[in-house]
């Protein structure tokens, strides 16, 4: 039966593509609904500040008049000024469990990038780092975080049928919150603060910590870009993450190293995991979902993990277990029962190693997959 392939130009249509997944997933207990609202300010080149260097084609199939998939064709200029590629990214990808739907949309895809004179496709990837990224291949009887996307195991092999092979996996993994920890780490940390001159600032209150956002965001671009696909950050998109995300912050779980002269040598932020609350809101924030939002930022079994950065040249001095000390430390008093991390490169064994100091196992595989088009 006939695939109609329409291009979303319209609000109305980009509404329609932002709403499709939820007649999909409607009856999944892993997939994590977005806000509504956030998506079509995502989507939205006049509202989100990535289109400052990036655009997007975003496509929808249909069959007999009813929605059966939908893709966006990214096309980051700053990745490819970065890397000197010719590489078009693809996500937002869903489609019901049909083949030829999904060949479709990858067709439709492929064809804007090579108009476009891209030689490559990858994804699933966003417009920037702060975008969900990867296709999940391990874990799927996991709920995941808020930052990250679930998808039925179909969709990799739909990839691969058409053509995709692996580019890069990233992992994560969940961890057991410990009612103590060894004295003898503790005793290590004070031991590096005392050797380095290096502080961990206790934040007593979210506008203290928010002070911190533009060097959090400088030191995560420069943490950042050795890692595949990264791309550095404008002082826009600075301060518009800051705005989208802060209302989930709680400064005990977020914490800064600091030198004697007060600037920023290292930073971790975690929160308390979303995703159950948005399968809660179901999208909206009216008339009821700001009540499950606030339910979720006061529950205490979960903890999300989600950046953590250090300047080169305090790497090896033990930055990263003085953050980690001082979240876990907190995380223990305010009951937290398991952690969850964000997505990790399975090359990046340095951030693995942090784990190592909790029961912890992998939870997830979630894979970027990448395929000729010219």
Same mark, same amino acid.
């Given at each position: 039966?006939?695939?109609?392939?329409?291009?979303?130009?319209?609000?109305?249509?980009?509404?329609?593509?932002?709403?499709?997944?939820?007649?999909?997933?409607?009856?999944?207990?892993?997939?994590?609904?977005?806000?509504?609202?956030?998506?079509?300010?995502?989507?939205?080149?006049?509202?989100?500040?990535?289109?400052?260097?990036?655009?997007?084609?975003?496509?929808?199939?249909?069959?007999?008049?009813?929605?059966?998939?939908?893709?966006?064709?990214?096309?980051?200029?700053?990745?490819?000024?970065?890397?000197?590629?010719?590489?078009?990214?693809?996500?937002?990808?869903?489609?019901?469990?049909?083949?030829?739907?999904?060949?479709?949309?990858?067709?439709?895809?492929?064809?804007?990038?090579?108009?476009?004179?891209?030689?490559?496709?990858?994804?699933?990837?966003?417009?920037?780092?702060?975008?969900?990224?990867?296709?999940?291949?391990?874990?799927?009887?996991?709920?995941?975080?808020?930052?990250?996307?679930?998808?039925?195991?179909?969709?990799?092999?739909?990839?691969?049928?058409?053509?995709?092979?692996?580019?890069?996996?990233?992992?994560? !993994?969940?961890?057991?919150?410990? #009612?103590? %920890? $060894?004295?003898?780490? *503790?005793? +290590?940390?004070?031991? /590096?603060? &005392? =050797?380095?001159?290096?502080?961990?600032?206790?934040?007593?209150?979210?506008?203290?910590?928010?002070?911190?956002?533009?060097?959090?965001?400088?030191?995560?671009?420069?943490?950042?870009?050795?890692?595949?696909?990264?791309?550095?950050?404008?002082?826009?998109?600075?301060?518009?993450?800051?705005?989208?995300?802060?209302?989930?912050?709680?400064?005990?779980?977020?914490?800064?190293?600091?030198?004697?002269?007060?600037?920023?040598?290292?930073?971790?932020?975690?929160?308390?995991?979303?995703?159950?609350? !948005?399968?809660?809101?179901?999208? #909206?924030? %009216? $008339?009821?979902?700001? *009540?499950? +939002?606030?339910?979720? /930022?006061? &529950? =205490?079994?979960?903890?999300?993990?989600?950046?953590?950065?250090?300047?080169?040249?305090?790497?090896?001095?033990?930055?990263?277990?003085?953050?980690?000390?001082?979240?876990?430390?907190?995380?223990?008093?305010?009951?937290?029962?398991?952690?969850?991390?964000?997505?990790?490169?399975?090359?990046?064994?340095?951030?693995?190693?942090?784990?190592?100091?909790?029961?912890?196992?992998?939870?997830?595989?979630?894979?970027?997959?990448?395929?000729?088009?010219?």
């Amino acid at each position: 039966m006939k695939v109609d392939i329409q291009t979303v130009d319209s609000k109305k249509q980009l509404k329609q593509f932002v709403k499709m997944p939820f007649r999909f997933f409607e009856k999944d207990p892993y997939w994590v609904p977005p806000l509504i609202m956030d998506e079509m300010e995502t989507l939205d080149a006049k509202r989100n500040p990535a289109f400052e260097t990036a655009e997007s084609r975003m496509f929808m199939a249909f069959r007999n008049g009813e929605p059966v998939g939908r893709i966006a064709a990214i096309l980051s200029h700053a990745a490819n000024e970065k890397y000197a590629s010719l590489n078009l990214r693809f996500g937002w990808f869903n489609v019901i469990e049909d083949y030829a739907v999904a060949e479709a949309l990858l067709d439709a895809a492929e064809s804007w990038g090579r108009e476009k004179g891209m030689k490559t496709i990858t994804g699933p990837q966003g417009f920037t780092d702060m975008d969900s990224e990867g296709m999940l291949i391990e874990g799927f009887d996991l709920i995941p975080t808020i930052a990250q996307i679930y998808n039925p195991p179909f969709y990799p092999r739909f990839l691969e049928q058409y053509g995709f092979e692996k580019e890069i996996d990233y992992l994560e !993994f969940r961890a057991k919150v410990p #009612r103590e %920890l $060894p004295e003898r780490l *503790f005793t +290590l940390s004070e031991r /590096l603060k &005392q =050797r380095s001159n290096l502080r961990v600032l206790e934040c007593d209150s979210k506008r203290r910590l928010l002070k911190y956002a533009r060097p959090i965001f400088e030191l995560l671009d420069e943490t950042f870009a050795e890692i595949y696909g990264s791309v550095p950050t404008t002082e826009k998109q600075t301060d518009y993450y800051t705005k989208k995300y802060s209302m989930f912050l709680d400064p005990r779980l977020c914490k800064v190293v600091l030198n004697p002269e007060n600037e920023l040598v290292g930073f971790m932020i975690s929160m308390p995991s979303m995703s159950v609350a !948005f399968q809660k809101a179901c999208g #909206r924030i %009216l $008339p009821f979902g700001w *009540f499950h +939002l606030l339910r979720g /930022l006061r &529950q =205490r079994k979960v903890l999300d993990f989600y950046l953590a950065g250090v300047k080169k040249k305090f790497r090896g001095m033990g930055v990263d277990l003085m953050l980690v000390l001082a979240v876990a430390e907190n995380a223990m008093k305010m009951g937290f029962e398991t952690a969850e991390s964000n997505v990790e490169l399975e090359t990046n064994t340095k951030i693995h190693a942090q784990w190592k100091f909790f029961e912890h196992y992998q939870a997830r595989r979630r894979r970027i997959f990448r395929k000729q088009i010219s």
